[in-house]
Each structure stands twice: as structure tokens, then as C-alpha cells.
């Protein structure tokens, strides 16, 4: 060899993960696991004022002195924000884009807290200002079931036995994507709103929130040509397989809240460059909407490497 072999070195011992943060639960509460899929809103004290709380939603203040807090003492005042994000290791719920205090939005974080010791039976909702017009909020509920890492066997383990053959997986079931597209992995993500005609209607689509319908004959399906005639139905859940987005408690069809189910899709064909958006009603007044988006990048699945891979 034409220089001597490097000095053998020992590996680095392994790192420690970093600490996760404290939470602001209080002591015998753990931390919602998640906290976004809480769809019943509820109406709380919190210092002076009366809040509305829809967790994967907003959050609305009446900031005037109220008889009962309830949905009939209830007056809008404020919106203190509208549901953003939820950090993935904090598992904090940001609300953002509320309406303004002074020239800046108001916002709000909320932690959601479950109860295990049992103490507690109805929802606790503390509130405090640290900054003007920037809220902290902790919700504890009551307990309903301990988390999965908490909950005890039902039965003792049984005994060993000899591993069967792994299953296949559950075929996933078709999208109704158009051909050169694939499924949005995280359409309540999508924060903007927007106008889009389907069928004979203009429709006003925020992903994460809510949608609403134009039932009448519209010059331009826009801000300024839009009218709202019904609620379709509000932000409800993501189907873990399908990705569908529900939409649920729109305004009433007779007997019948008005509901619906959205489906967001991203070009991967280049062919679409601004939103194609598609409407039908299989039954009276229950909706089937999908949305295509422009290509912005291929999503996971398809990230091409950073670095070609080593020979």
C-alpha cells in the first residue's frame, strides 16, 4: 500500500432523541392523541368571555358580557381563528387568520387534554391573552377510555405459538381521480378557498372548514358574483383509506341536513394548470364533489431521491 491503512475508530455512541416538550395538561389529564378529529363544538367560559369551540374548525368570542353561555346566550363578536395545524410532537392545535386586532389577525393555540384519574366529568376550558389578541387555551376532557398506551389487557396474553403467514394487504379501493392524477394524501391540509362552478351552481370550497352553495344564476363564480343560498356542510373527517373528505350538518333538505363528500386529486400529467372541480348529487341533496389541482410537486410516494444512489 502506498500509505498505512487509517487507525481503526469506535462508532459514536448512538444520540438521545430530543426531549418532548412539556405539555400544559393539568396533573391526571394526558395529552388528546388527536385532537383535530373532535367534531362536537361546545361553548366554554374562559376569564370573561364566552367562546365557541370547534376544534378541526374556528374558534368565535363574545366579547360582551353574557347571561349564559350557551347557544342562546351566544353573540359573535370575534373569530379568534380558523383551524391551521396540529404540531406532531406537541400536539398543539393552531388557529390562525382571525379577525384582525388593530392591523394583526388574532390567533389562538389550544391544547386538548383527556382526563385519567376519573375527577372529571364535564368539559374544563381555561383561557389566557399573553399577547394582545394571541390566545393560549387548554381543554380537558372528560375521560371516555384510556389512550391505546395506557389500555389495559382484556384478557392474558396467549400462549406462544408459531407466527401464520403474513396476509396481504386490503386492496385500496379506486379513486375516482381522473386519469394522469393521484390522491391528495392530505386534502384537509388545503388552505385556501375558492370558487368553482358544478353542474348549474357556483360552490365556495375551504378545504378544512366548509362548503357553500350559489343556488341561483350567477354572472361570475367569484367573490364578487357569489351569494350564499345554503351551507353544503361542515369540515367533518378524512377517511384514512380513501382520503375522501365528509362534510356533514349543512342546511337542512326538508328533514335532512345537507351533506357531502370531496375528493381532492393532484395532476401528475402536467395537462391540468388551475383547478377542475366536478359536482353531482346521487341522492336529494347529498353531494359528490372532486377537485383536481395543478401539479405543484409529486407527492411522497413519487419524490424522486435528492442524491442519486450510491453504485
Known sequence: PSTPPPPLSLPSPPQAPPPVPPSSCPAGSVLHSA???????FYAVGGSHCYLVK???HILQDANPFTTCDAAGFSEDYKIGDFASVDP?????????GDLCGSTPRSAELTVCMDTS??????????SEPVTCGYVFV???PTLSPPPSLQPPSTPPPPLSLPSPPQAPPPVPPSSCPAGSVLHSAPETLADSFYAVGGSHCY??????????????????DAAGFSEDYKIGDF????PVTRIVSFTDGDLCGSTPRSAELTVCMDTSGAVVENQFTASEPVTCGYVFVLTTPTLSPPPSLQPPSTPPPP
Open 118 to 127: 376519573g375527577a372529571v366529568v364535564e368539559n374544563q376550558f381555561t383561557a
Open 55 to 57: 376544534t378541526g374548525e
Open 204 to 221: 365556495l370550497v375551504k378545504t378544512g372548514e366548509h362548503i357553500l352553495q350559489d343556488a341561483n344564476p350567477f354572472t361570475t363564480c
Open 236 to 239: 367533518a373527517s378524512v377517511d
Open 139 to 141: 381543554l380537558t376532557t
Open 89 to 97: 410532537v406537541t400536539r398543539i392545535v393552531s388557529f390562525t387568520d
Open 35 to 41: 385532537p383535530e378529529t373532535l367534531a362536537d363544538s
